[in-house]
């Protein structure tokens, strides 16, 4: 059973850099492709990051590429997201997600397990 439990974010500058770490307690987050969405007030959860089983290939949206990393360390059930060069367009609630299939890693009606939200907020 994957538990996901999130840690990190909160309030950053523009230009700044945040952490946000995603934890399964179920120790089963090797098998999975693992994937970070967000949700900005009025507007639909969107995709983020993705990041395959081993850690060896990842994917980004347009909006936050050449800016965010994924990285995952399968040895401690975790997965991070590093945001650096913030924008307040960044400001939304961060979500991490599990997902068995790569080829589905854009779609978020394909994640199972989802982390509880963690807040991101970047001011001007």
């Known amino acids: 059973q994957v538990q996901l439990v999130q840690s990190g974010g909160g309030l950053g500058q523009a230009g700044g850099s945040l952490r946000l770490s995603c934890a399964d307690s179920?120790?089963?987050?090797?098998?999975?492709?693992m994937g970070w969405f967000r949700q900005a007030p009025g507007k639909e959860r969107e995709f983020v990051a993705a990041?395959?089983?081993?850690?060896?290939?990842?994917d980004y949206a347009d909006s936050v590429k050449g800016r965010f990393a994924i990285s995952r360390d399968n040895a401690k059930n975790t997965v991070y997201l590093q945001m650096n060069s913030l924008k307040p367009e960044d400001t939304a609630v961060y979500f991490c997600?599990?997902?068995?299939?790569?080829?589905?890693?854009?779609?978020?009606?394909?994640?199972?397990?989802w982390g509880q939200g963690t807040q991101v907020t970047v001011s001007s």
């Open positions: 990041i395959l089983f081993n850690g060896d290939v990842q």
């Open positions: 997600a599990a997902n068995r299939r790569w080829s589905s890693r854009k779609d978020r009606n394909a994640y199972n397990y």
């Open positions: 179920g120790r089963t987050l090797s098998t999975y492709v």
